[in-house]
């Protein structure tokens, strides 16, 4: 691990050297690469410099042992050094687990409603405003692509396109659906009902992230249907877009316009087409990673909201917290943190095996 974390520091310094060189600070694209670099193994080369100074420590110490006047005192920082230090080597363990390329890109965040009839679209309006407070606490900004309102409040669809730093490595693990126990507004006896609103989090992902050209895509425009009036009704708005050589379609009508209704569409693609890629290149791997943190599949039940007790459950981790209404006011940092533990133990017992 030290030869590991040498190399580490290695290019740490080199990255440092050309943060200051005029001719990468000319070039804007490769200066924000070079500081996205720098700054993903700053915490590392931290932690490295501090388990170098805490195992100096403990050596020392432990020369100070076989000297019969010091040795309680060595005894005493020792007892001090030793699990600080095994801490330490916990802790780099973790942050030299491989990230997930796609932790960076912003996401298209997706709520709809699901079986509740108008109680569902309730909660997805209450998931959306709990989402919103947590965006706003990591200043995350937010647009509204698209939605649709339920008929007795709430939404039976909401779409956002949210950015910001790693947004995806902090909200990928919000996808699949989301179970809510209460009593309805609408319920005239008191009787406790179960409804559901699914979330689904993509990746914001380029052309070039991926192995696909340009020419291989056939866009075709269309009238978009439903509800809409005469926008909908008299302009090709709507586009569906072909990957010719795997077949895999996507369209979206649901964009003001045919600019945001193809980048929708593209985005939603190009996730098609990664998932098929990354599904046959390491089936084995994401199925373990499935176990954990669940496919997405809106009909995973991957969290219950249980309001007469004051209770979420996210059935993943068995992670159980009696402060549901902190959590619906949009303080969910702590459950996202303990999937990310999570995730990464997983990922070094899969190395280690």
Not at 164 to 193: I, M
Request: with cysteine; aromatic share 6%; charged share 35%.
């Amino acid at each position: 691990m030290l030869d590991k974390l040498q190399a580490i520091y290695e290019r740490y310094m080199h990255l440092e050297e050309q943060l200051s060189d005029p001719n990468v600070i000319g070039d804007l694209d490769r200066f924000k690469r070079v500081n996205k670099d720098y700054k993903e193994l700053h915490p590392i080369v931290v932690a490295f410099h501090e388990y170098k100074k805490v195992a100096d420590e403990t050596a020392q110490a432990r020369e100070m042992i076989e000297d019969a006047d010091f040795r309680e005192i060595a005894k005493e920082e020792l007892a001090i050094l030793e699990p600080k230090k095994a801490d330490l080597e916990a802790k780099i363990k973790m942050l030299l687990v491989p990230k997930d390329p796609e932790d960076s890109k912003d996401v298209l965040f997706e709520i709809r409603s699901g079986t509740g009839g108008d109680e569902a679209s309730i909660f997805a309006g209450d998931l959306y405003r709990m989402y919103q407070r947590f965006f706003d606490t990591r200043n995350l900004k937010t647009e509204l692509i698209d939605a649709t309102e339920g008929v007795l409040g709430g939404y039976s669809k909401i779409i956002l396109e949210v950015s910001g730093e790693d947004v995806y490595g902090l909200l990928k693990f919000e996808s699949g659906a989301h179970r809510v126990q209460r009593v309805p507004e609408t319920e005239a006896k008191g009787r406790v009902h179960t409804s559901a609103a699914t979330v689904a989090v993509i990746p914001k992902l380029e052309l070039e992230d991926i192995k696909v050209r340009r020419e291989e895509l056939r866009i075709d425009v269309f009238r978009s249907s439903g509800a809409g009036g005469q926008h909908v009704n008299r302009t090709e708005s709507a586009v569906r877009i072909v990957h010719l050589p795997t077949g895999i379609v996507s369209e979206c009508q649901e964009g003001r316009s045919q600019i945001q209704n193809r980048e929708i569409a593209m985005q939603r693609l190009i996730q098609r087409i990664t998932d098929a890629q990354r599904n046959s290149a390491d089936a084995e791997q994401a199925a373990k990673r499935r176990s954990l943190v669940g496919t997405g599949d809106r009909s995973d039940k991957i969290r219950t909201y249980n309001y007469p007790q004051n209770r979420m459950t996210d059935h993943r981790i068995n992670l159980t917290l009696y402060s549901l209404d902190k959590i619906m006011s949009g303080d969910i940092g702590d459950i996202i943190e303990a999937l990310r533990v999570a995730e990464n133990a997983e990922k070094l017992k899969t190395e280690d095996d």
